[in-house]
């Protein structure tokens, strides 16, 4: 019994001491893990889109600490991956993070762990890694209709002005023909001689086979009907009013000559530009024209467009407008952009541009033309730098801003002036030119983007979130497709989103610097309804869709 109670005492003892070393253990790991920490300055970082290395600095006391990274793939390396120690006060480590470029389309994220082993506790720095393009969302409404737009393109050389620079059949069929850019509307000047009228017969068959529109233009009125007047001190030449009956009969019979030689005229200009130096009329003028002749005209079978002054401005467009018998003998108003359009940084021009805007409202369903216009800056200076139609950059924010924004105005058919010409749709022999004789320009190309995505369509609703993203939306009616062309008018690539539901199949192609109405991919949104595209740096982009 005595044994016994010894043993128990014994054992007793032992757990005594036990617990009794245990606390002192326990104290002395408490002691030596007070103040100790360990974590990042930054809770998150947003690196560059591209490869790039970024320092963040751990902050640390009395631990040791490990770097480990979660899932992702935007970090590649960090160095060191591990420091720290149990003993000393606050420190700092720099730690290197090496991330590699984000290639995808979206937004991505990765977290790097901070372990502190002392405490056993972790901390997290959250890495953000932007796309490499801008995403821009178009939102398309087919529902929401405007003006019927009737087709592009330009003026064919005269004889008379451009002897050693007309346009051959080759030429004319790498505009007009099969395959070709999809130009669909010629112009030609009525020669006051009527024994040059047979000169542009064969290219207007040319044009007209391939389905384009072909009309046509007078210049001079004629020696034998005219007198000169003084306007603002400068002497003209002037239709006399004893002699509009001959100058409406000179005009039937151009309309006449060319139905017997298998060309039908689609319509006819009063006069090109009748407020310059060519025929003068004053806006009066040309309505009582009009008003008398239009009929007669108009009985041939041609469409009659008027005024057709140079800077399409109110003084010369309202009164024929705004007369009933004139109007009613106008099927197309016509215009042109010489006193500016696309700088609304002018309260000139802005005003201009509202006017001209404002035209289709105005008109009774009728249609408004821009039937002539050119970009030819610095083309007199010897010094080739100054040349501005030489450059890409040129051609995008003037012709191709220049369209869009007629097209957003309500113009249903726009006309370059000559087709064939240095600072034109296509090269020629001028040392000016940027292409070869009869290669296709820059101009060319981006006229080609509206010809072939817009011609015979009716404009609808497009709207997007970036103002430098320029974008018009058509729909074919026939068949239901829609069309877009957009002006990528910033510096960098902008990765385009189009929400649009019932997308059967999808095309595009792009103009840059480099390209020429190259195809480029489109992609299904993640949704599956709709498309993106990649918008190159200083672009237009055409894209067509297909729902059936």
């Known amino acids: 019994m005595k044994n016994i109670t010894l043993l128990f005492c014994l054992f007793l003892a032992n757990i005594l001491l036990g617990a009794c070393s245990g606390g002192e253990d326990e104290k002395k790991e408490m002691d030596e893990g007070k103040g100790a920490y360990a974590l990042f300055l930054k809770k998150s ?26 899932e992702g793939d935007i970090v590649k390396s960090v160095t060191p991956t591990s420091g720290g120690s149990n003993t000393g006060e606050k420190q700092y480590t720099k730690v290197r993070v090496s991330c590699g470029a984000n290639s995808t389309m979206k937004k991505r994220t990765q977290t790097i762990h901070l372990f502190d082993k002392t405490n056993e506790t972790t901390v997290d720095l959250l890495v953000e890694q932007e796309p490499p393009f801008k995403s821009v969302t178009l939102t398309v409404d087919p529902s929401v209709k405007y003006q019927p737009v009737v087709g592009f393109g330009g003026m064919y050389n005269p004889k008379i002005w451009c ?21 669909s509307i010629l112009r030609l000047m009525i020669y006051p001689n009527e024994s040059d009228w047979s000169a542009d017969v064969e290219a207007a068959k040319a044009a007209q086979a391939n389905g384009a529109i072909i009309f046509a233009c007078p210049w001079d009125c004629t020696d034998a009907l005219a007198d000169k007047i003084t306007v603002n001190g400068k002497e003209m030449k002037h239709l006399k009013k004893e002699n509009y009956e001959a100058y409406a009969n000179h005009l039937i019979r151009y309309v006449t000559f060319m139905k017997e030689k298998g060309v039908n005229l689609y319509a006819i200009s009063v006069q090109n530009e009748p407020d310059m130096e060519f ?3 004053t806006p ?5 024209f009009v008003k008398q002749y239009g009929a007669r005209i108009r009985e041939t ?19 024929i407008i705004n007369n009933a018998e004139a109007f009613a003998q106008t099927d197309i108003l016509a215009g042109h952009l010489y006193q500016g359009f696309t ?6 021009v802005k005003n201009r ?18 039937t002539e216009h050119l970009f030819n800056d610095g083309e007199n200076s010897d010094d080739s730098s100054k040349w ?27 006309i370059y002036w000559y087709l064939k010409r240095f600072y034109g749709l296509m090269g020629d022999t001028d040392k000016r030119s940027p292409t070869s004789e009869g290669e296709i320009t820059k101009n060319g190309y981006i006229m080609a983007h509206y010809a072939q995505y817009a011609t015979e369509t009716t404009r609808i609703k497009v709207v997007t979130n970036n103002e430098e993203v320029c974008a018009t939306a058509y729909l074919d009616e026939k068949t239901g497709e829609v069309t877009i062309v957009l002006l990528n008018l910033n510096g960098a690539s902008q990765w385009l989103e189009i929400p649009l539901a019932g997308i059967k199949k999808a095309s595009a192609v792009e103009t840059n610097e480099t390209k020429n109405m190259e195809v480029i991919d489109t992609g299904l949104m993640e949704s599956a309804e709709g498309i993106t595209v990649l918008l190159s740096a200083n672009s237009i982009t055409s894209v067509r869709l297909t729902f059936k």
């Open 45 to 70: 970082i947003t690196v560059s889109t591209g490869e790039s290395q970024t320092d963040v600095v751990v902050e640390w006391a009395k631990t040791s600490w490990e770097i480990t990274l979660g």
């Open 163 to 183: 002897g050693d620079n007309l346009i051959s059949a080759s030429q004319l069929d790498k505009m007009y023909g099969a395959g070709g850019l999809g130009y």
């Open 279 to 281: 025929t003068y009329w």
């Open 284 to 288: 009066s003028e040309v309505v009582d």
């Open 301 to 319: 079978g041609v469409k009659l467009m008027s005024p057709e002054a140079c800077g399409m401005q109110p003084e010369y467009t309202d009164p």
């Open 343 to 348: 700088d609304l940084s002018s309260g000139y």
């Open 353 to 370: 541009h509202d006017y001209i805007c404002g035209v289709y409202s105005r008109i009774q369903g009728k249609t408004w033309w821009m």
């Open 388 to 414: 501005e139609f030489l450059k890409w950059q040129y051609s995008l924010n003037h012709l191709g801003k220049e369209i869009h924004m007629c097209m957003e105005g309500y113009c249903s058919a726009y």
